[in-house]
């Protein structure tokens, strides 16, 4: 994880939102092991407001470094105060598996 050297600010604006947010409907079946799961969709249906109104906005996006590639997810806040984390995409994947693996990796 990295963040903005301060982050006092984007922590309040989270607690805030977090204290307003549902829990993501289960609106979709895993066909291979029959169980529920939250889409991305049902995530970010769930978050936008309550981050919004916060003043936070969420970004993802890919970097790449050396040889790896890597799913940047990014809170930024209308203070300029950002945290972000880095996933490493695995190397090797088939296309469907590569977005299969950002969808998953959004949706966390």
Do not use: C
């Not at 309040?12 to 609106?27: C, E, I, P, Y």
């Not at 979709?28 to 003043?55: C, G, Q, W």
């Not at 936070?56 to 972000?84: P, R």
């Amino acid at each position: 994880m990295s963040q903005s050297i301060q982050t006092d600010q984007i922590w309040a604006a989270l607690a805030t939102a977090q204290g307003t947010m549902k829990n993501a409907a289960f609106d979709a079946v895993n066909p291979h092991f029959k169980n529920r799961y939250a889409t991305l969709a049902s995530v970010i249906d769930t978050a936008r407001e309550a981050l919004s109104k916060a003043s936070i906005a969420v970004t993802h996006a890919n970097d790449i470094d050396g040889e790896h590639e890597y799913l940047v997810t990014m809170l930024g806040h209308k203070s300029g105060q950002w945290i972000a984390s880095r996933r490493r995409v695995p190397i090797g994947l088939k296309l469907q598996e590569y977005g299969a693996w950002l969808t998953y990796n959004r949706r966390y």
